[in-house]
């Protein structure tokens, strides 16, 4: 059996590119595959432009795969066709772990993904949240978060880019994704029967260099990682989250990552705030050293998180934490009562939350519960089979290169 050759163009760190390019392709090295590194040729007034793309040309080539992480853009459309054109015989994957076409206005990536202009309404401590869709621009209560011209923003260019996705998908060989429903949702652009579910999954060796930290002051800490784009569900469930630590003066909310506004809602005694780490490592040592006893995992109904995976959820189940979580997405994995406890509306949020504030002896139970389904389920080592196999008979066991923008 040949070994795969997997060349890449090495990306920042990213969530996508730790679970969706980093943690599989370690183990596919690790089992004797070769990884290759392949020069940047994002910056054309690099000195070594030229050269690098001469490289970059000469390998791809000779490639039997080009695996692309959620490639878009008319420029990578461009050049794909390019390609094609020197080689015929180059198949095309790409990595999904999103829908491309309905990124939340409060993630980064709107700028580049995002196709229409949007204004917000200022909450009362000065966060942004609710979206508005018909405010005159004159209304102090709302403010531009999209805007042509503003930080680039340019959706008519996003609009064409959008287009030019499709047409990337259309001429895949393979599709990865994260979830059914993405499956579904990307069956529009591609034959179902070329799109394979592989979940984002759990580097065991990683996590099992840690150990939860106990902060000996006979509270309980409540985790939530929280990005830009969790901003409408913090703004949803902040309320009721308050209500819970009011009722329970021993409770203490640990955030992480993106710094949200409390207002009045959350009381300033019982917050605890750490910020975003360099790293993959760095991010699972804040995140073992919070002294977490509960994680919540809430997220609002839209069509955005939907498409989401469970991989906040199993990496507390992966600490051993019991999990509040939302119905959306969530629901979709996790047995109520078993490895989480998950909630409808509000209110439930409220009982819930307050269960496992209650008892200890079912934040045990729930968490060595969920500890057990996310070792056998979303192992990365079980989860590599998924990416070596398929690539493997797409290929017949040839060479391959892989790709990640």
């Known amino acids: ?30 089992r004797g595959h070769q990884i290759v590194i392949m020069p940047d040729i994002t910056n054309k007034l690099d000195p070594d432009y030229e050269r690098n793309v001469s490289v970059c040309a000469s390998i791809l080539s000779k490639a039997d795969v080009l695996y692309m992480n959620s490639p878009g853009f008319m420029q990578t459309y461009e050049m794909l066709v390019g390609v094609k054109k020197v080689n015929p015989n180059l198949k095309l994957v790409g990595d999904f772990d999103d829908d ?22 200022l909450d009362g401590d000065g966060s942004t949240c609710y979206i508005s869709k018909a405010k005159a621009e004159k209304d102090t209560e709302y403010m531009w978060i999209w805007k042509n011209g503003l930080n680039d923003f340019n959706a008519k260019l996003n609009r064409k880019n959008a287009k030019a996705t499709a047409r990337i998908i259309s001429m895949l060989d393979l599709m990865f994704v994260t979830t059914e429903r993405l499956r579904f949702k990307y069956r529009k652009y591609l034959d179902p029967k070329k799109i394979v579910i592989v979940p984002n999954a759990i580097n065991f060796e990683a996590f099992d260099k840690y150990f939860k930290y106990d902060k000996g002051d006979g509270k309980v800490h409540i985790v939530w990682p929280v990005s830009s784009s969790h901003l409408p569900d913090w703004m949803e469930i902040r309320k009721s989250l308050g209500n819970v630590l009011k009722r ?12 949200m506004g409390c207002g009045r809602d959350i009381p300033l005694s019982q917050h605890e705030h750490i910020g975003w780490a360099m790293g993959y490592a760095g991010y699972l040592y804040n995140l073992f050293t919070s002294g977490a006893d509960i994680g919540i995992c809430p997220l609002g109904d839209n069509r955005f998180n939907w498409k989401k995976s469970p991989i906040k959820w199993e990496e507390m189940s992966s600490m051993q934490l019991p999990t509040v979580v939302s119905k959306v997405m969530y629901g979709d994995y996790v047995k109520d009562g078993v490895t989480g406890l998950v909630y409808e509306n509000n209110l439930d949020f ?19 519960q969920a500890y057990t389904e996310v070792r056998k389920n979303y192992n990365i080592l079980n989860v590599a089979n998924i990416y070596e196999s398929e690539l493997e008979k797409l290929c017949n066991k040839i060479k391959i290169i892989e790709v990640c923008k």
């Open 248 to 259: 329970n003066k021993n409770t203490v909310l640990v955030t992480l990552g993106v710094e």
């Open 100 to 121: 491309q076409f309905n990124v939340s206005p409060y993630n980064v990536a709107y700028k580049y993904c995002g196709l229409r202009e949007l204004k917000v309404k």
């Open 350 to 368: 409220e009982t819930k939350l307050q269960r496992l504030i209650d008892s200890a002896e079912l934040r045990k139970q729930i968490g060595e």
């Open 1 to 30: 059996m040949h070994k795969l050759l997997i060349a890449s163009w090495a990306g920042e760190y990213s969530g996508i590119l730790q679970y969706r390019w980093t943690q599989p392709f370690e183990q596919l090295k690790a």
